[in-house]
Protein backbone atom coordinates (compact mmCIF):
# COMPACT_ATOMS: atom_id res chain seq x y z
CA UNK A 1 0.00 0.00 0.00
CA UNK A 2 1.06 3.30 -0.72
CA UNK A 3 2.16 5.81 1.85
CA UNK A 4 0.42 8.93 2.15
CA UNK A 5 0.80 12.32 3.08
CA UNK A 6 -1.55 11.50 6.08
CA UNK A 7 0.91 8.98 6.92
CA UNK A 8 3.94 11.18 6.65
CA UNK A 9 2.10 14.05 8.96
CA UNK A 10 1.14 11.24 11.77
CA UNK A 11 5.01 10.08 11.95
CA UNK A 12 6.23 13.10 11.93
CA UNK A 13 3.38 14.13 14.56
CA UNK A 14 2.62 17.46 12.41
CA UNK A 15 -0.44 18.35 10.41
CA UNK A 16 -1.36 16.96 6.78
CA UNK A 17 -0.86 20.91 5.39
CA UNK A 18 2.70 21.02 6.87
CA UNK A 19 3.46 18.20 4.98
CA UNK A 20 2.25 19.49 1.82
CA UNK A 21 3.96 22.77 2.81
CA UNK A 22 7.01 20.87 3.09
CA UNK A 23 6.63 19.63 -0.57
CA UNK A 24 6.20 23.08 -1.94
CA UNK A 25 9.23 24.40 0.65
CA UNK A 26 6.93 27.17 2.27
CA UNK A 27 9.29 29.66 3.77
CA UNK A 28 6.81 29.61 6.51
CA UNK A 29 8.11 26.22 7.89
CA UNK A 30 11.14 26.01 9.81
CA UNK A 31 14.10 24.27 8.30
CA UNK A 32 14.27 22.17 11.03
CA UNK A 33 10.74 21.06 10.85
CA UNK A 34 11.80 20.68 6.61
CA UNK A 35 14.65 18.01 7.31
CA UNK A 36 12.59 16.45 9.96
CA UNK A 37 9.71 16.04 7.88
CA UNK A 38 11.95 15.05 4.56
CA UNK A 39 13.89 12.33 6.71
CA UNK A 40 10.83 10.74 7.69
CA UNK A 41 9.25 10.85 3.72
CA UNK A 42 12.89 8.73 3.27
CA UNK A 43 11.89 6.31 5.89
CA UNK A 44 8.84 5.65 4.70
CA UNK A 45 9.57 6.02 1.53
CA UNK A 46 6.86 8.45 0.24
CA UNK A 47 7.25 9.49 -3.03
CA UNK A 48 5.56 12.00 -4.83
CA UNK A 49 5.08 11.88 -8.40
CA UNK A 50 6.01 15.86 -9.64
CA UNK A 51 5.49 14.97 -13.00
CA UNK A 52 1.33 13.68 -12.26
CA UNK A 53 1.26 17.06 -10.18
CA UNK A 54 2.75 19.44 -13.43
CA UNK A 55 0.50 17.88 -15.74
CA UNK A 56 -2.26 18.65 -13.02
CA UNK A 57 -0.84 22.15 -12.50
CA UNK A 58 0.81 25.23 -14.36
CA UNK A 59 4.54 24.97 -15.83
CA UNK A 60 7.32 27.56 -14.19
CA UNK A 61 8.73 28.01 -17.47
CA UNK A 62 11.96 27.42 -15.65
CA UNK A 63 15.02 24.98 -16.03
CA UNK A 64 16.91 24.26 -12.74
CA UNK A 65 20.88 24.38 -14.17
CA UNK A 66 23.08 22.34 -11.02
CA UNK A 67 26.80 22.67 -10.92
CA UNK A 68 29.30 20.60 -9.65
CA UNK A 69 29.98 20.78 -5.59
CA UNK A 70 33.40 22.38 -7.17
CA UNK A 71 31.52 25.39 -8.35
CA UNK A 72 33.97 28.10 -7.04
CA UNK A 73 36.49 26.84 -9.26
CA UNK A 74 34.00 25.64 -12.00
CA UNK A 75 33.74 29.43 -12.20
CA UNK A 76 37.12 30.00 -13.46
CA UNK A 77 36.58 27.10 -16.29
CA UNK A 78 35.77 28.19 -19.20
CA UNK A 79 33.65 25.57 -20.36
CA UNK A 80 30.68 26.46 -17.35
CA UNK A 81 30.56 29.90 -19.18
CA UNK A 82 29.97 27.91 -22.62
CA UNK A 83 28.01 25.42 -21.53
CA UNK A 84 25.48 28.04 -20.09
CA UNK A 85 25.49 30.27 -22.62
CA UNK A 86 24.52 27.38 -25.08
CA UNK A 87 21.60 26.49 -22.66
CA UNK A 88 20.43 29.79 -22.57
CA UNK A 89 20.23 29.97 -26.04
CA UNK A 90 18.26 27.29 -26.48
CA UNK A 91 15.79 27.98 -23.46
CA UNK A 92 15.46 31.90 -24.36
CA UNK A 93 14.19 30.24 -28.06
CA UNK A 94 11.55 28.00 -26.21
CA UNK A 95 10.50 30.92 -23.47
CA UNK A 96 11.73 29.19 -20.17
CA UNK A 97 14.25 31.16 -18.05
CA UNK A 98 16.87 29.55 -16.22
CA UNK A 99 17.49 28.96 -12.48
CA UNK A 100 21.51 28.28 -11.40
CA UNK A 101 21.83 26.39 -8.46
CA UNK A 102 25.62 26.35 -7.51
CA UNK A 103 27.23 24.66 -3.56
CA UNK A 104 30.10 24.13 -2.56
CA UNK A 105 29.44 20.43 -1.35
CA UNK A 106 27.61 17.39 -2.40
CA UNK A 107 25.16 17.62 0.81
CA UNK A 108 24.18 21.43 -0.24
CA UNK A 109 23.35 20.33 -3.56
CA UNK A 110 21.35 17.78 -3.06
CA UNK A 111 19.29 20.03 -0.03
CA UNK A 112 19.12 22.37 -3.01
CA UNK A 113 17.72 20.05 -5.19
CA UNK A 114 15.39 18.45 -3.07
CA UNK A 115 14.03 21.89 -2.32
CA UNK A 116 13.80 23.39 -5.85
CA UNK A 117 11.71 20.17 -7.02
CA UNK A 118 9.76 19.62 -3.67
CA UNK A 119 9.16 23.82 -4.26
CA UNK A 120 8.25 23.58 -7.67
CA UNK A 121 10.49 26.01 -8.74
CA UNK A 122 11.54 24.58 -11.92
CA UNK A 123 9.68 22.21 -14.51
CA UNK A 124 13.26 20.15 -14.90
CA UNK A 125 16.60 19.95 -14.21
CA UNK A 126 20.09 19.45 -16.49
CA UNK A 127 23.22 18.36 -14.37
CA UNK A 128 26.54 19.75 -15.52
CA UNK A 129 28.29 16.86 -14.17
CA UNK A 130 28.26 12.74 -13.66
CA UNK A 131 29.90 11.35 -10.79
CA UNK A 132 30.00 7.82 -8.63
CA UNK A 133 26.96 7.34 -5.95
CA UNK A 134 25.32 10.29 -6.68
CA UNK A 135 22.21 10.73 -4.40
CA UNK A 136 20.83 13.62 -6.44
CA UNK A 137 20.19 10.82 -9.32
CA UNK A 138 18.72 8.45 -7.15
CA UNK A 139 16.34 11.38 -5.62
CA UNK A 140 15.13 12.29 -9.15
CA UNK A 141 14.61 9.09 -10.34
CA UNK A 142 12.79 8.32 -6.98
CA UNK A 143 10.14 11.03 -7.57
CA UNK A 144 10.36 10.74 -11.16
CA UNK A 145 11.30 14.42 -11.33
CA UNK A 146 12.41 14.89 -15.21
CA UNK A 147 16.15 15.78 -15.99
CA UNK A 148 19.21 15.61 -18.37
CA UNK A 149 22.63 14.79 -17.92
CA UNK A 150 25.87 16.34 -19.96
CA UNK A 151 28.31 13.73 -19.16
CA UNK A 152 27.75 9.68 -19.33
CA UNK A 153 25.61 8.93 -16.05
CA UNK A 154 27.83 6.46 -13.68
CA UNK A 155 24.24 4.84 -12.14
CA UNK A 156 21.36 4.06 -14.24
CA UNK A 157 22.69 4.99 -17.81
CA UNK A 158 20.21 3.18 -20.19
CA UNK A 159 17.22 4.95 -18.32
CA UNK A 160 18.28 8.26 -18.27
CA UNK A 161 18.58 10.75 -21.03
CA UNK A 162 22.20 12.63 -21.78
CA UNK A 163 24.51 14.50 -23.72
CA UNK A 164 27.84 13.56 -23.99
CA UNK A 165 30.99 13.37 -26.13
CA UNK A 166 32.45 9.95 -26.93
CA UNK A 167 35.20 10.38 -24.33
CA UNK A 168 36.40 7.25 -24.59
CA UNK A 169 37.35 6.74 -28.40
CA UNK A 170 38.07 10.39 -28.67
CA UNK A 171 41.11 10.01 -25.39
CA UNK A 172 42.14 6.51 -27.51
CA UNK A 173 42.15 8.50 -30.74
CA UNK A 174 44.54 11.28 -28.80
CA UNK A 175 46.92 8.80 -26.97
CA UNK A 176 47.45 7.18 -30.71
CA UNK A 177 48.06 10.40 -32.61
CA UNK A 178 50.80 10.74 -30.09
CA UNK A 179 51.78 7.16 -30.34
CA UNK A 180 52.31 7.42 -34.00
CA UNK A 181 54.33 10.37 -34.08
CA UNK A 182 56.76 7.63 -32.09
CA UNK A 183 55.80 8.91 -28.24
CA UNK A 184 55.92 5.96 -25.80
CA UNK A 185 55.86 7.48 -22.48
CA UNK A 186 52.66 9.30 -22.42
CA UNK A 187 51.45 10.88 -19.25
CA UNK A 188 48.00 11.99 -18.41
CA UNK A 189 47.41 14.99 -16.14
CA UNK A 190 44.12 16.46 -14.54
CA UNK A 191 40.76 15.58 -14.08
CA UNK A 192 38.93 13.99 -10.82
CA UNK A 193 38.36 9.73 -10.66
CA UNK A 194 34.72 10.72 -9.55
CA UNK A 195 33.73 11.90 -12.47
CA UNK A 196 32.80 10.03 -15.68
CA UNK A 197 34.15 12.25 -18.10
CA UNK A 198 37.76 11.43 -16.67
CA UNK A 199 36.90 7.45 -16.19
CA UNK A 200 36.01 7.46 -19.71
CA UNK A 201 38.99 9.31 -21.08
CA UNK A 202 41.49 7.27 -18.79
CA UNK A 203 40.04 4.08 -20.33
CA UNK A 204 40.59 5.23 -23.86
CA UNK A 205 43.59 6.64 -22.83
CA UNK A 206 44.64 2.94 -21.41
CA UNK A 207 43.39 0.47 -24.13
CA UNK A 208 45.29 3.09 -26.69
CA UNK A 209 48.71 1.80 -25.07
CA UNK A 210 47.01 -1.56 -24.75
CA UNK A 211 46.49 -1.95 -27.89
CA UNK A 212 49.74 -0.76 -29.12
CA UNK A 213 51.48 -2.80 -26.69
CA UNK A 214 53.51 -0.54 -23.96
CA UNK A 215 52.86 -0.51 -20.79
CA UNK A 216 50.28 1.73 -18.45
CA UNK A 217 52.20 3.36 -15.72
CA UNK A 218 50.70 4.45 -12.51
CA UNK A 219 53.13 7.39 -12.16
CA UNK A 220 52.72 9.31 -15.34
CA UNK A 221 49.48 9.73 -14.03
CA UNK A 222 48.98 12.94 -11.84
CA UNK A 223 45.36 13.84 -10.88
CA UNK A 224 43.13 17.15 -10.01
CA UNK A 225 43.92 17.39 -6.86
CA UNK A 226 47.20 16.32 -6.42
CA UNK A 227 48.04 18.88 -9.40
CA UNK A 228 45.70 21.63 -8.04
CA UNK A 229 47.90 21.30 -4.52
CA UNK A 230 51.15 20.71 -5.95
CA UNK A 231 50.94 21.88 -9.46
CA UNK A 232 54.62 22.69 -9.54
CA UNK A 233 56.30 20.13 -7.75
CA UNK A 234 54.27 17.03 -9.00
CA UNK A 235 55.12 17.93 -12.27
CA UNK A 236 58.67 18.43 -11.19
CA UNK A 237 58.95 14.77 -9.98
CA UNK A 238 57.31 14.00 -13.29
CA UNK A 239 59.60 15.14 -15.21
CA UNK A 240 62.43 13.56 -13.21
CA UNK A 241 60.91 10.11 -13.65
CA UNK A 242 63.13 7.66 -15.56
CA UNK A 243 62.02 7.40 -18.01
CA UNK A 244 60.65 10.85 -18.82
CA UNK A 245 57.36 11.17 -20.45
CA UNK A 246 57.91 12.71 -23.96
CA UNK A 247 54.08 13.82 -24.05
CA UNK A 248 51.24 15.13 -22.08
CA UNK A 249 47.07 14.32 -21.91
CA UNK A 250 45.80 17.28 -20.49
CA UNK A 251 42.49 16.62 -19.05
CA UNK A 252 41.71 20.74 -20.31
CA UNK A 253 43.26 23.71 -21.75
CA UNK A 254 43.16 25.53 -18.74
CA UNK A 255 45.21 22.50 -16.80
CA UNK A 256 47.37 22.39 -20.53
CA UNK A 257 48.42 26.14 -19.80
CA UNK A 258 49.37 25.37 -16.38
CA UNK A 259 51.80 22.70 -17.44
CA UNK A 260 53.24 25.03 -20.36
CA UNK A 261 54.64 27.64 -17.82
CA UNK A 262 55.56 25.28 -15.48
CA UNK A 263 57.75 23.58 -18.22
CA UNK A 264 59.35 26.98 -18.62
CA UNK A 265 60.47 27.41 -15.46
CA UNK A 266 61.59 24.11 -15.62
CA UNK A 267 63.34 25.10 -18.89
CA UNK A 268 61.64 22.41 -21.02
CA UNK A 269 61.02 23.45 -24.86
CA UNK A 270 57.25 22.53 -25.80
CA UNK A 271 57.44 20.60 -27.84
CA UNK A 272 61.08 20.09 -28.58
CA UNK A 273 61.25 18.02 -25.30
CA UNK A 274 57.85 17.49 -24.53
CA UNK A 275 54.49 17.41 -26.47
CA UNK A 276 51.47 18.36 -24.94
CA UNK A 277 47.64 17.80 -26.05
CA UNK A 278 44.46 19.18 -24.62
CA UNK A 279 40.78 19.05 -24.28
CA UNK A 280 37.91 22.16 -24.59
CA UNK A 281 40.10 24.24 -27.73
CA UNK A 282 39.52 27.35 -25.64
CA UNK A 283 39.95 30.79 -27.54
CA UNK A 284 43.45 31.03 -25.43
CA UNK A 285 44.90 28.31 -26.82
CA UNK A 286 45.66 29.53 -30.16
CA UNK A 287 47.69 32.52 -28.51
CA UNK A 288 49.52 30.28 -25.93
CA UNK A 289 53.07 29.68 -26.09
CA UNK A 290 53.32 27.55 -28.36
CA UNK A 291 50.01 27.19 -29.65
CA UNK A 292 48.22 24.79 -27.92
CA UNK A 293 46.88 21.36 -29.84
CA UNK A 294 43.70 20.84 -28.49
CA UNK A 295 40.32 18.66 -28.63
CA UNK A 296 37.13 20.96 -29.92
CA UNK A 297 34.32 19.38 -27.97
CA UNK A 298 31.73 21.95 -29.20
CA UNK A 299 30.51 22.83 -25.15
CA UNK A 300 27.63 25.00 -26.11
CA UNK A 301 25.98 22.35 -28.40
CA UNK A 302 26.41 19.82 -25.33
CA UNK A 303 24.40 23.01 -23.36
CA UNK A 304 21.76 23.19 -26.55
CA UNK A 305 21.24 19.47 -26.99
CA UNK A 306 20.73 18.89 -22.89
CA UNK A 307 18.07 21.78 -22.85
CA UNK A 308 16.53 20.61 -26.09
CA UNK A 309 15.88 17.02 -24.79
CA UNK A 310 15.04 18.24 -21.54
CA UNK A 311 12.46 20.07 -22.98
CA UNK A 312 11.05 17.66 -25.08
CA UNK A 313 10.77 15.43 -21.71
CA UNK A 314 8.76 17.83 -19.88
CA UNK A 315 6.03 18.09 -22.36
CA UNK A 316 6.37 14.39 -23.04
CA UNK A 317 7.09 12.75 -19.58
CA UNK A 318 6.97 8.87 -21.52
CA UNK A 319 9.53 10.20 -23.72
CA UNK A 320 12.18 7.27 -24.43
CA UNK A 321 15.91 7.57 -22.72
CA UNK A 322 18.19 8.38 -24.75
CA UNK A 323 22.21 8.79 -25.87
CA UNK A 324 22.79 12.32 -27.76
CA UNK A 325 26.46 12.51 -28.59
CA UNK A 326 28.20 15.35 -29.87
CA UNK A 327 30.99 14.78 -31.99
CA UNK A 328 34.53 16.01 -31.23
CA UNK A 329 37.36 17.66 -33.52
CA UNK A 330 41.39 17.52 -33.69
CA UNK A 331 42.69 21.02 -33.79
CA UNK A 332 46.18 20.74 -34.73
CA UNK A 333 48.93 23.14 -33.51
CA UNK A 334 52.31 24.11 -32.66
CA UNK A 335 52.61 21.68 -29.09
CA UNK A 336 53.24 18.19 -30.41
CA UNK A 337 56.83 16.87 -32.18
CA UNK A 338 56.96 13.75 -34.21
CA UNK A 339 60.29 12.02 -32.65
CA UNK A 340 60.38 9.33 -34.48
Given at each position: MDVTIKDVAREANVAPSTVSRVLKDSPH?????????????????YTPNFQAQSLAGKSTQAIGVIMPDTAYQAFKNPFFS?????????????????????????????EE?????????????????????DEVIEFLKQVNFPFIVIGRPLMHEKSITYVDNDNVTVAKDVTKYLIEMGHKNIAFIGGNENFAVTIDRLKGYREALEESGLPFCRDYLIDEHQFNDKGFESLKNLINYNPMPTAIIAQDDLTGYEILSYLEKLNIHVPRDL??????????????????????????????????????????????????????????????????
Open positions: ISLQTKRRVREIMNLMGVVLRGISRSANEQKYGLYLSTSFTQEGIYVVSMVQGKRVDGLILLYSRKNSIIGFNNQILSQHSRPPLTSIEIHISRLGIEATKSLIEKIKDPNTFPKRVTVPTQFIERESCRNIK
